[in-house]
């Protein structure tokens, strides 16, 4: 089946009308959120401005009970028990972890999440017609992995010692088959796997230490969760990173090959929730998959590393930061 493109092009003036008039007059939907962050950043009220869009208002016709449990995974099943209770008509998670824990408090209530590989971490069992009750967006991020590890040794000339940062929570990344990537450019591979976010300081310091003049870092959710502390670290060490959404670059990340977390999250999945809200079977609402990745290179962070990035590559890039 051919992937469906995620962004519209349908405006807010056209669509919106139509939105409040599909609601069930009377009725209160309640979406339950169970993310990493609390619902004031960025992101977050941007995804609920996206039901306000489409007709479905706090206060009004919409109720949200929104859980961040933050760096502290240890939150996740306790949060995810209450959101059951509360009860709620459809669940959105992020992440892994987050969608096993509302998979385990309940079998009935749809679950809308986005997590690196839904099908591959046993999430869902088919991305087409998913049974069961969950269903979502698939961010592709292993899939990515090798990819980001090469864009980052051509981006980094003289580049021989790699280290690579993994989130022990999230499914296990192809690590052979990118250490053997890296031996083919003559590039020694260290990774370090990382539990929790206070784990993440040392690491860092300690791939220097070996030699490391670059890190890879996969996607997980305390990897995300202190993205900051990722790039002060780096920044201070002179590290350049490689990221796995181009809003990190944005953000002062040397570098970030991927889709785009804001389109995936903000766009594709309120337009799952609502469906799920309107009646329709977790099983007719397919996992969504990104088509369109980008390279993002912040030249601001590299001078400032000292990095001259080849001129092949940054003619390449989707985007440059100056």
Request: charged fraction near 20%; hydrophobic fraction near 50%.
């Amino acid at each position: 089946m051919k992937r469906r493109e995620f962004i519209t092009a349908l405006g807010v003036a056209a669509t919106w009308p139509f939105a409040a008039r599909a609601q069930q007059a009377g009725r209160t939907y309640r979406l339950g959120a169970l993310v990493g962050h609390p619902r004031d950043v960025p992101v977050n009220v941007a995804f609920l401005e996206e039901f306000r869009r489409r007709g479905f208002i706090e206060g009004q016709n919409l109720a949200v009970e929104w859980r961040a449990f933050g760096k502290d995974l240890d939150r996740v099943s306790q949060y995810a028990a209450e959101l059951t209770s509360a009860p709620v008509d459809v669940i959105a998670t992020a992440g892994e972890e987050a969608t096993r824990a509302a998979q385990q408090a309940t079998k009935t209530i749809p679950i809308v999440a986005i997590a690196d590989d839904l099908l591959g971490a046993g999430l869902v069992q088919s991305l087409a017609r998913p049974e069961g009750n969950t269903t979502g967006v698939n961010f592709l991020a292993f899939d990515l992995d090798g990819k980001r590890q090469d864009l980052l040794i051509e981006a980094v000339p003289g580049l021989r010692r790699l280290a690579a940062l993994a989130d022990v929570n999230s499914t296990a990344a192809k690590l052979d088959a990118l250490q053997e990537a890296a031996r083919a450019h003559n590039v020694e591979l260290s990774t370090y796997r990382i539990v929790k976010g206070e784990e993440i300081a040392p690491a860092i310091d300690a791939a220097h230490a070996s030699g490391a003049t670059a890190l890879n870092i996969f996607t997980g959710l305390v990897l995300w969760a202190n993205r900051q502390l990722i790039m002060d670290c780096a920044a201070a060490l002179h590290l350049p990173t490689m990221h796995g959404t181009p809003e990190e670059a944005e953000e002062g990340a040397f570098a970030a090959y991927g889709p785009r977390l804001g389109g995936l999250f903000v766009d594709v999945m309120p337009q799952q929730i609502i469906k799920l809200f309107r009646g329709a079977k977790v099983a007719d609402v397919p996992v969504e998959q990104p088509t369109k990745f980008e390279l993002v290179i912040n030249l601001k962070t590299a001078k400032a590393m000292g990095v001259t990035v080849p001129e092949a590559l940054l003619v390449r890039a989707d985007k440059l930061i100056e």
